[in-house]
């Protein structure tokens, strides 16, 4: 008896709770949306999502929620929708038992900002792009490059996690820029020069060649000397001279003792010009040649001409003539005087006759 009774309280209570349900669901397929409540999930210091943002973006994509049946909001539809805005990372949408639709949004946290020729955008941990305005600015490490599907902006998430969790790093690196996927560069806040890492790899080995180079080499050469390093082979580091007219790359093995001994340099005449050349120096040496001042050369005795005997005879001719105008110029010059004398003789005789 006691078992029968037990059997039918557990009965009715089914019975009531089932109806519960149906009821419950009736009514809440009978709801309508009284309200909707957004909330926004900001890691970022700058909030540049808003509520009424996303509100105005569900009208712009023809959701009206307010004042609709509740069994009519589909809200994995809206999180899809508004999850394609590309200053959202992530959505989510709930329908409440007392009329009110609750959008829970997170902002997007770029990791990144990405220079790409005309354009610029910032990027998240997932790739995803939010085209960079000036209503908005996110302190993020700089990138220039061009990026593809094969190799996108998140292939350099190692490097950039790796420089920003090291102080010393962070301080040295002011952008990166991206030729290919061979050639990663970081820009160093040390004015004079690039460093070519290669490939996203081995970048704690990387950066203590680096290390080992900065102080070994640059304090003796200078750290105006090199345009380039690079750091991408293994066991070395290759450096490229900024003045080009002595070529030359250092290259240092940090395992061994001593760097390098920079041959080319040390090889150079009293001019200041290096006694090594390669093979594809030679254009540079042949120019350089053409710059330096002539040598002066002694001159040569000058032989001395045999002339023909006809030319001694025509000056000779040349003298005999010039002979006679002078032999005829003193003729000239004596006339007057032989003048004179007969003309004093003359007047002697007139004087004698006179007397006589």
Known sequence: MKTLVHNIILLALLVALTSGILWARNRAEQQLCTAVSVDIDNADSTLFVTRQGVLDELKKLGFKLQGRPMKQIDAARIERALGQSEYLENVECVKATNGEVVIHATQLVPVMRIFDGDQSYYVNRDGKRM???????ADVPVVKGHFTKQFPPTRLLPLIDYVE??????????????????????????????????QVD???????????????????????????????????????????????????????????????????????????????????ATETRKVEPKKTEAKKPEAKKVESPKADAKKADTKKVETKKADAKKTDTKKPEATKKATADKNDKKKNKSTT
Do not use: C
Request: charged content about 25%; aromatic content about 8%.
């Open 131 to 137: 085209n960079a305005t000036a209503s908005y600015h």
């Open 165 to 198: 969790g090291d102080s010393t790093l962070h301080a040295l690196v002011s952008m990166y820029a991206m030729r290919d996927s061979n050639n990663v560069y970081i820009v160093p806040a040390i004015y004079g020069h690039i460093v070519n890492l290669g």
């Open 202 to 284: 081995n970048i704690p080995a990387k950066f203590a060649k680096l290390e080992a180079f900065y102080n070994n080499v640059m304090p003796q050469k200078g750290w105006l000397t090199y345009d380039t390093i690079s750091v991408k082979w293994d066991h070395q580091v290759v450096a490229t001279r900024r003045n080009k007219t002595v070529k030359e790359e250092v290259t240092y093995d940090p395992d061994e003792d001593e760097p390098m001994p920079d041959v080319q340099t040390m090889a150079v005449d009293d001019n200041n010009h290096s006694l090594v050349n390669s093979p594809t120096d030679k254009k540079k």
